[in-house]
């Protein structure tokens, strides 16, 4: 038995955790136990990714299969983590389709959770590159899916939260780059009208979020720093890079002190830093390095532990874009008010969704941090009914609380039941999530 | 092109030592009881570091075989790491002596017999490298796995007189020992461990590779391991009886 938890720490679980080998090994661990959930590398936030009786740990089935470099179709394991992804196939020039903001997550959690990034509103989430999976169900029987074979099964699986089986490996495309580095443009807004014009007039960028200063109130309510980016070519380049326009250093990350107490982001830090932050990031142009642009929370493993032993709450919701700025607002000053502070809050335009459990809807999506208190709790119920009343919906992946009411925010969800119950009758696969959720 | 032979090649120790010498470019070849499981494996490697690997079936217990074995493999590698390893059950092992027997052949007179074949062969040749993956529980005997531990101390032992043995003799093949601490790999994944004290398999990999580079033949996979083991074999026996560890 061993603790588990997502990313946030909260909440906490004694599991037995199994690692199966092989397809053999897989096969029985899943018709040995009588509930059980795959886990990737744990970086959801809340508890999808938690089963007491049976947690299938798959990180170590992390065989990239085949490749072919004149298409980019990748067939892997789904416990390949997506750093290891990008260290085999970006100086080959081909990069993914579409990146959450940490590399540190396997191509299993990506497809479970039909992860999007900062181009879903151009390039749409990782489920739409994939063009088949192997599922393992709970009777242990393999089963191809894609858009031709089992349908409804593949649609299902995408965004599905490992309820439907075990993704054994799959097939996606990577895209062709140039280059290692991304052309990033930097501009600030003052207030939310502005933020969400910028976002539409900036619509053709390929890449582009906003860090929103959650603590600014009154007049600059929703002033934030949108970043956008260019995969960059090599003419874009510095002299001196163009002739290795692949190469990248390879970053240091750093580990923070051990013991960090749970009073090290609160408002006032959490305040500083936010002034600090919109300060020092000026408006304008410049070549970054792929990973400063994607990925600059990984350049501190287990960042995670600044909140302190209790952990943290993530909160991630999108609105439909009729009712976004309204509801926007409202949830806002809603943080505001509580005072408690969000350390990292993004917002980000995202283009039509895939449907089913799938996240993503075409509106905005708003992404706080908190740490994990009972005020925090309070604070999310609330913010919760704003997103019901403005027809949005929580991204499981983050959700740690929510209660089951909210899965009305899903239109599929009924149909997504459905098709669960046909593919594992006794409802085997089952996470304390979709318990707590009635999924 | 240097080859390597890694045996108990489905272990995550195993592939991320594969992996590592890949990366160098070393040519690849993994042996386990299923080759066909291995499958997945040969290909990450090419698909990766563009080396060539191949897969092939080997018992460590089929300790007749052992020689026609590496005979078989067309050249006699530059090196060979042997990874293979059984913890086993210890209260199983303390009652059932066809357990216990599984237990020993498999860390202790298997992997010693295999490496016996490997040193002649490749002091005939005059060069090469084996390393053997033993474990720190083969340094102190405890009540937990002391079944397990007593076949590494064997293998252990058998490592450091191999050693010495062909190092009086002035032969250029040389002998590393591996000492590793807990690692979290498929066979630790139920177990909670202290996280200053677990590697990852990759560790392994880069203090062999390390060690390889600088000479060194005997090594802990976390330095703290090596503190730890002092204080643990530097107890008197009237304590060490009443510690649990
Ligand atoms: C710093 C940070 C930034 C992030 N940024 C983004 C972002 O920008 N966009 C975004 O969309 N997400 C983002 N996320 C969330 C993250 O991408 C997802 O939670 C992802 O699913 C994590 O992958 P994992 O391998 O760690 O999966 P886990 O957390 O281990 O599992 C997540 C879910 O996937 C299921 N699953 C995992 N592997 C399999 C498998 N082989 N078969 C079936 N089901 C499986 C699990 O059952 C669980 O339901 C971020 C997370 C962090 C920590
Ligand atoms: N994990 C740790 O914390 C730790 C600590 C110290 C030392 N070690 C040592 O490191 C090595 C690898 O450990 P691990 O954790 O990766 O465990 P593992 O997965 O059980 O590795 C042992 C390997 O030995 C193989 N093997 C067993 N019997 C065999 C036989 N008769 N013939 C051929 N191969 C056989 C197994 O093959 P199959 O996969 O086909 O069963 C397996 O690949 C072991 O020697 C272990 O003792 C591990």
Same mark, same amino acid.
């Given at each position: 038995?061993?603790?588990?938890?997502?990313?946030?720490?909260?909440?906490?679980?004694?599991?037995?955790?199994?690692?199966?080998?092989? %397809?053999?090994?897989?096969?029985?661990?899943?018709?040995?136990?009588?509930?059980?959930?795959?886990?990737?590398?744990?970086?959801?936030?809340?508890?999808?990714? &938690?089963?007491?009786?049976?947690?299938?740990?798959?990180?170590?089935?992390?065989?990239? &299969?085949?490749?072919?470099?004149?298409?980019?179709?990748?067939?892997?394991?789904?416990?390949?983590?997506?750093?290891?992804?990008?260290?085999?196939?970006?100086?080959?020039?081909?990069?993914?389709?579409?990146?959450?903001?940490?590399?540190?997550?396997?191509?299993?959690?990506?497809? +479970?959770?039909?992860?999007?990034?900062?181009?879903?509103?151009?390039?749409?989430?990782?489920?739409?590159?994939?063009?088949?999976?192997?599922?393992?169900? +709970?009777?242990?029987?393999?089963?191809?899916?894609?858009?031709?074979?089992?349908? %409804? &099964?593949?649609?299902?699986?995408?965004?599905?939260?490992?309820?439907?089986?075990?993704?054994?490996?799959?097939?996606?495309?990577?895209?062709?780059?140039?280059?290692?580095?991304?052309?990033?443009? *930097?501009?600030?807004?003052?207030?939310?009208?502005?933020?969400?014009?910028?976002?539409?007039?900036?619509?053709?960028?390929?890449?582009?979020?906003?860090?929103?200063?959650?603590?600014?109130?009154?007049?600059?309510?929703?002033?934030?720093?949108?970043?956008?980016? %260019?995969? +960059?070519?090599?003419?874009?380049?510095?002299?001196?890079?163009?002739?290795?326009?692949?190469?990248?250093?390879?970053?240091?990350?750093?580990?923070?002190?051990?013991?960090?107490?749970?009073?090290?982001?609160?408002?006032?830090?959490?305040? +500083?830093?936010?002034?600090?932050?919109?300060?020092?990031?000026?408006?304008?142009?410049?070549?970054?390095?792929?990973?400063?642009?994607?990925?600059?929370?990984?350049? *501190?493993?287990?960042?995670?532990?600044?909140?302190?032993?209790?952990?943290?709450?993530?909160?991630?919701?999108?609105?439909?874009?009729?009712?976004?700025?309204?509801?926007?607002?409202?949830?806002?000053?809603?943080?505001?008010?509580?005072?408690?502070?969000?350390?990292?809050?993004?917002?980000?335009?995202?283009?039509?969704?895939?449907?089913?459990?799938?996240?993503?809807?075409?509106?905005?999506?708003?992404?706080?941090?908190?740490?994990?208190?009972?005020?925090?709790?309070?604070?999310?119920?609330?913010?919760?009914?704003?997103?019901?009343?403005?027809?949005?919906?929580?991204?499981?992946?983050?959700?740690?609380?929510?209660?089951?009411?909210?899965?009305?925010?899903?239109?599929?969800?009924?149909?997504?039941?459905?098709?669960?119950?046909?593919?594992?009758?006794?409802?085997?696969?089952?996470?304390?999530?979709?318990?707590?959720?009635?999924? | 092109?240097?080859?390597? #032979?890694?045996?108990?090649?489905?272990?995550?120790?195993?592939?991320?030592?594969?992996?590592?010498?890949?990366?160098?470019?070393?040519?690849?070849?993994?042996?386990?009881?299923?080759?066909?499981?291995?499958?997945?494996?040969?290909?990450?490697?090419?698909?990766?570091?563009?080396?060539?690997?191949?897969?092939?079936?080997?018992?460590?217990?089929?300790?007749?075989?052992?020689?026609?074995?590496?005979?078989?493999?067309?050249?006699?590698?530059?090196?060979?790491?042997?990874?293979?390893?059984?913890?086993?059950?210890?209260?199983?092992?303390?009652?059932?002596?066809?357990?216990?027997? #599984?237990?020993?052949?498999?860390?202790?007179?298997?992997?010693?017999?295999?490496?016996?074949?490997?040193?002649?062969?490749?002091?005939?040749?005059?060069?090469?490298?084996?390393?053997?993956?033993?474990?720190?529980?083969?340094?102190?005997?405890?009540?937990?796995?002391?079944?397990?531990?007593?076949?590494?101390?064997?293998?252990?032992?058998?490592?450091?007189?191999?050693?010495?043995?062909?190092?009086?003799?002035?032969?250029?093949?040389?002998?590393?020992?591996?000492?590793?601490?807990?690692?979290?790999?498929?066979? #630790?994944?139920?177990?909670?461990?202290?996280? #200053?004290?677990?590697?990852?398999?990759?560790?392994?990999?880069?203090?062999?590779?390390?060690?390889?580079?600088?000479?060194?033949?005997?090594?802990?996979?976390?330095?703290?391991?090596?503190?730890?083991?002092?204080?643990?074999?530097?107890?008197?026996?009237?304590?060490?009886?009443?510690?649990?560890?």
């Amino acid at each position: 038995m061993r603790t588990l938890s997502g990313w946030g720490r909260f909440p906490r679980a004694e599991c037995r955790v199994v690692a199966p080998k092989g %397809e053999v090994e897989l096969r029985s661990a899943i018709t040995s136990a009588s509930s059980a959930i795959a886990r990737g590398n744990g970086r959801s936030y809340g508890d999808p990714a &938690l089963n007491r009786e049976t947690t299938l740990l798959l990180r170590h089935a992390d065989r990239i &299969l085949d490749f072919d470099p004149a298409t980019g179709r990748l067939e892997a394991e789904s416990g390949v983590m997506l750093a290891d992804i990008i260290a085999t196939f970006l100086p080959r020039g081909w990069f993914v389709p579409v990146t959450p903001g940490t590399k540190f997550v396997t191509l299993g959690g990506m497809i +479970a959770a039909d992860v999007h990034g900062k181009n879903h509103h151009k390039a749409g989430s990782f489920g739409d590159y994939v063009e088949s999976l192997e599922l393992m169900l +709970a009777d242990g029987r393999v089963v191809r899916c894609s858009a031709g074979e089992n349908p %409804e &099964l593949f649609a299902a699986t995408i965004g599905g939260m490992g309820l439907t089986g075990v993704i054994r490996s799959a097939v996606f495309r990577l895209i062709r780059v140039e280059s290692a580095f991304i052309r990033q443009e *930097i501009l600030r807004t003052r207030d939310l009208a502005q933020t969400m014009e910028a976002f539409e007039a900036l619509r053709d960028r390929s890449y582009s979020a906003a860090w929103i200063d959650c603590l600014a109130r009154g007049r600059n309510l929703g002033r934030s720093i949108l970043f956008c980016g %260019e995969h +960059a070519r090599v003419e874009e380049l510095p002299a001196r890079q163009r002739s290795n326009p692949l190469a990248f250093a390879k970053r240091n990350a750093r580990r923070l002190p051990p013991g960090i107490p749970g009073f090290a982001l609160n408002s006032w830090t959490v305040k +500083a830093f936010n002034q600090v932050y919109y300060a020092a990031n000026r408006s304008g142009v410049k070549i970054v390095d792929y990973d400063r642009f994607f990925y600059p929370l990984d350049a *501190i493993l287990e960042w995670n532990r600044l909140y302190g032993p209790r952990g943290l709450l993530q909160y991630q919701c999108v609105l439909p874009k009729r009712k976004a700025a309204a509801g926007l607002t409202m949830m806002l000053e809603a943080v505001g008010r509580a005072g408690t502070g969000s350390f990292l809050s993004v917002l980000k335009l995202l283009g039509p969704g895939r449907g089913m459990l799938s996240f993503p809807m075409e509106g905005y999506t708003l992404a706080l941090d908190f740490p994990a208190n009972p005020r925090t709790l309070g604070l999310l119920s609330w913010l919760d009914a704003i997103v019901a009343a403005h027809g949005g919906r929580v991204y499981l992946a983050k959700d740690a609380r929510m209660k089951p009411e909210m899965m009305d925010g899903y239109p599929e969800f009924a149909a997504f039941r459905k098709l669960r119950r046909a593919a594992d009758p006794s409802g085997k696969f089952s996470s304390l999530q979709s318990q707590r959720l009635q999924l | 092109m240097t080859t390597v #032979l890694v045996v108990g090649a489905r272990s995550d120790i195993a592939r991320a030592i594969a992996r590592s010498y890949a990366g160098s470019g070393c040519e690849l070849i993994l042996a386990a009881r299923s080759p066909d499981a291995l499958a997945g494996d040969v290909a990450d490697l090419k698909l990766r570091y563009g080396t060539a690997a191949r897969a092939v079936a080997f018992d460590v217990l089929d300790t007749a075989q052992h020689g026609a074995f590496l005979d078989s493999l067309g050249e006699l590698p530059d090196t060979m790491v042997c990874v293979v390893g059984l913890m086993g059950d210890q209260t199983q092992s303390e009652h059932d002596v066809a357990a216990a027997d #599984l237990v020993m052949r498999t860390n202790y007179t298997g992997p010693a017999l295999l490496f016996a074949e490997a040193a002649n062969r490749m002091v005939a040749r005059g060069f090469g490298q084996l390393v053997g993956v033993s474990s720190v529980a083969g340094e102190r005997g405890r009540a937990r796995n002391y079944v397990y531990g007593s076949a590494k101390a064997g293998f252990t032992a058998y490592l450091s007189g191999l050693r010495q043995r062909l190092a009086q003799a002035g032969s250029k093949v040389r002998v590393m020992t591996v000492l590793p601490g807990f690692v979290r790999t498929s066979a #630790l994944a139920d177990m909670e461990t202290p996280g #200053l004290l677990t590697a990852e398999p990759e560790e392994v990999a880069a203090a062999i590779r390390k060690a390889e580079a600088k000479g060194r033949e005997r090594i802990y996979v976390r330095p703290i391991w090596r503190l730890v083991m002092a204080v643990i074999r530097s107890l008197p026996e009237p304590v060490f009886k009443k510690v649990k560890l």
